[in-house]
């Protein structure tokens, strides 16, 4: 992804806001390490000394909305969302702007649904005090980044929002604040690329092991 390189306001806020999304990215890494090494540590216990992690399963459950919603503007941003593209590159230009800006405008109303949803979902747990089966963890605080990172795929989506305007009156000015797809040429260039480094490193690695035998 290629971030604008104009210095306008506009172009700050989305510089901006694409460093805390980031952030928030590296966040749900984090959280899908720890959850490694709590899937690790729980087989390590269990057969090595019979004793299973406690609340392993509820910890596992508590864990994972943050590892997918944190993600969420993040993904937008970088255009990584699934999507069917047959039509939409075809289009160039004003025309192309123009469906990108209603596919927006669908997305903010199915979000704004979801965050009403999942805000009275957030709710019900909290007043009831729900929690998990086995260690009696609550789920508020889980489902509530829910509802979090609905917001934060809300304000990218306003970001887009505003951006599109601007393309379809300038169709031919530079994007700021929307999502670019990676053209066909695009991921045929990032995978050749991706091959050639492979192919580079086994080269090393087969260097290596000749200059270590040759020593021997």
Sequence with gaps: MVLPVSNTWFARLDRGYHAIESGLNYVAAAFLFSLM???CAEVFMRKVFNSPIHGQADLVEIMIPTMGFFGLAYCQRLSGHVRMELLIHRLRGRALWIFE???NCATILIVLAMIWGTWRNFLNAYEI????MDAEIAVWPPK????VGFCLLLIR????FAGYLRLIRHPDAEPIGVPISPTVE???EQEATS??????DAQVDEAQALNEESKR
């Design 37 to 39: 090494l709590l899937a």
């Design 157 to 160: 989506c306003l970001i887009a």
């Design 186 to 188: 695009d991921v045929a």
């Design 129 to 132: 005090g729900d929690s998990t």
């Design 101 to 103: 800006f209603m596919g």
């Design 144 to 147: 509530l980044i829910i509802t």
């Design 195 to 200: 091959a050639i480094d492979a192919i580079d």
